[in-house]
């Protein structure tokens, strides 16, 4: 059989929309300029992280990308759709930085409400491979938050994160109150995560975990996007050996240090 160009037919090119798209965005509590004109956008199957000093405004920015804080200008998109629409941030899980969850449920009760408030039917046998994996014992599932400590609480958030197993997982300081062998632990499961094309957007004061871990990082200073790129792209920006050494530059540590 002859083909021409007639013949043959291609299939349309598949437009996959940014996971998260911020343009312009902008916030402000009372006279304080929180955030001023931040846009980027993280591509789906990222590995995102965003950096910054104490009150730069990096939690501020997620509050307003799970539609939790309005911005004052700028707009939001999850995949395409405006992150003010609930049914934009089906796609994603997220954790916390202060994460508290009720302190009269087991650990169970916690993951079997946080399944059925995704619309996912609770599984045991996955709570339980996944808690192993974290290096949480099995009798943190019987065992009331309130005898938690901040370890195990974390980690507890962090299983229900990725128990939900979202195209979008959204991570404020996940190694919060780790210690080092949970940190490989959950540097392992993200990188698993990442390899099968999920998403990935964490904020971080630890910026080894970031070079580590990051195909994008951006550096939040003063409310402002300071830097979007790559680490190594970060690093020779600045002239800096390591990615701190980077980022003190940028963010103008290094010169108070001095001073």
Do not use: W
Request: net charge positive; proline share 5%.
């Amino acid at each position: 059989m002859r083909y021409s160009a007639r013949t043959l037919v291609f299939p349309p090119i598949r437009h996959v929309p940014a996971a998260l798209k911020c343009l312009d965005v902008g916030k402000r509590y009372g006279s304080a300029q929180v955030l001023r004109a931040v846009s980027f956008e993280v591509e789906a199957g990222a590995f995102f992280g965003l950096a910054g000093i104490n009150g730069a405004g990096k939690t501020t920015l997620i509050k307003c990308m799970l539609d939790l804080s309005t911005p004052d200008a700028g707009r939001i998109e999850v995949f395409g759709r405006p992150a003010t629409l609930p049914r934009s941030r089906a796609a994603l899980a997220f954790l916390p930085e202060r994460f508290m969850p009720p302190y009269y449920l087991t650990g169970a009760a916690f993951l079997r409400m946080m399944a059925a408030l995704r619309g996912d039917e609770y599984r045991q046998d996955a709570a339980l491979a996944m808690l192993e994996r974290l290096d949480l014992d099995a009798s943190a599932l019987i065992r009331p938050v309130r005898a938690y400590s901040k370890g195990m609480t974390q980690k507890l958030g962090l299983a229900a994160c990725f128990l939900a197993d979202r195209d979008l997982v959204i991570l404020d300081e996940p190694m919060s109150g780790l210690d080092p062998q949970a940190r490989v632990r959950v540097k392992s499961i993200m990188k698993q995560l990442s390899a099968r094309g999920r998403t990935l957007f964490i904020t971080s004061h630890a910026l080894a975990d970031i070079e580590e871990l990051c195909d994008t990082v951006a550096v939040l200073h003063a409310g402002a996007l300071g830097f979007l790129g790559s680490p190594e792209q970060m690093r020779r920006s600045t002239g800096g050996r390591t990615l701190e050494d980077a980022f003190m530059r940028l963010t103008g540590q290094d010169t108070a240090e001095a001073a």
